[in-house]
Nanobody, 125 residues
């Protein structure tokens, strides 16, 4: 089972950018669809984006489409999330998770086979 460690979160002003990274251990990473999931204060889990195992196919939630880019480097076992034009509503703990886009709108931890510990993103002036 892949182990995941996120980094790159922090405090950013509205309109700013951040790049999150997720370092994965184990050979299973390159064979797995991967996702980013976030949880805002007092809210449930929200799927953000997914990428296929080879990186050729990507998918985004409507709330972030056009502002966020997911990518991966299988040679380095790293998943990325480039976030631009950040808004206060993007404030959340961001998790990388092993698995593709869930089929239902309500996300449960069991929808993914592995989770990182999360990294906090705060968008505020």
């Amino acid at each position: 089972q892949v182990q995941l460690v996120e980094s790159g979160g922090g405090l950013v002003q509205p309109g700013g950018s951040l790049r999150l990274s997720c370092a994965a251990s184990g050979p299973a990473f390159s064979r797995a669809f991967m996702s980013w999931v976030r949880q805002a204060p007092g809210k449930g889990l929200e799927w953000v984006s997914a990428i296929s195992s080879g990186g050729t196919n990507t998918d985004y939630a409507d709330s972030v489409k056009g502002r966020i880019i997911i990518s991966r480097d299988n040679a380095k076992n790293i998943l990325y999330l480039q976030m631009n034009s950040l808004k206060p509503d993007d404030t959340a703990v961001y998790y990388c998770a092993s698995g593709g886009r869930p089929r239902r709108p309500v996300i449960l931890p069991a929808d993914f086979t592995a989770w990182g510990q999360g990294t906090q993103v705060t968008v505020s002036s």
